[in-house]
């Protein structure tokens, strides 16, 4: 059975372990990406504050993946989709859907718009992000933490 829930003190870590490990399998576990993030293996503290949610997905009692929403530029009502991974094996099922939906019903609830930093080699992404109606930015929104993406995406409301 499949479960979303918000993120709970002892997801930390396996969330953490699920970035890392999907980085990876692309080759992008290198500096600029969410690999290096200070706040990865907390994001349940860093998701507690205003405007920021995490969800996990749990397959039978397992966390398999999950997507957080937060603030990117509160001043003009732009919120981020960030960390959305998903275990390799469990990849392909629908799962990644699930996430976005939430993620999205959030953001509506909160910003005008949501914006996605991700890579062009991550072309299952893209075409997920694609489907809801993201569209491709030519350059990243001014203020970006994760210097070493090439694909910006932007969905306003």
């Not at 396996?14 to 290198?30: F, N, R, T, W, Y």
């Not at 997507?67 to 960390?83: A, H, L, N, R, T």
């Not at 299952?124 to 992000?129: P, S, T």
């Amino acid at each position: 059975m499949v479960k979303l829930r918000r993120i709970e003190e002892r997801d930390n870590q396996i969330i953490g372990e699920i970035v890392q490990q999907s980085l990876k399998e692309e080759g992008l576990d290198i500096p600029g990406t969410a690999y290096f993030d200070p706040y990865l293996f907390s994001l349940f503290d860093y998701y507690e504050k205003e405007n920021r949610e995490y969800w996990v997905l749990e397959k039978d009692g397992e966390v398999i993946g999950g997507i957080g929403v937060g603030p990117f530029d509160e001043e003009k009502g732009i919120g981020e989709i960030q960390k959305l991974y998903i275990v390799k094996a469990e990849r392909g099922q629908g799962y990644a859907h699930k996430l976005v939906n939430r993620a999205l019903e959030f953001g509506k609830e909160r910003y005008d718009a949501l914006y996605i930093e991700t890579f062009a080699s991550l072309s299952d992404a893209n075409h997920l992000y694609r489907q809801y109606g993201f569209e491709k930015l030519e350059e990243p929104l001014a203020g970006t933490e994760h210097s070493a993406c090439d694909t910006w995406l932007l969905l306003e409301f």
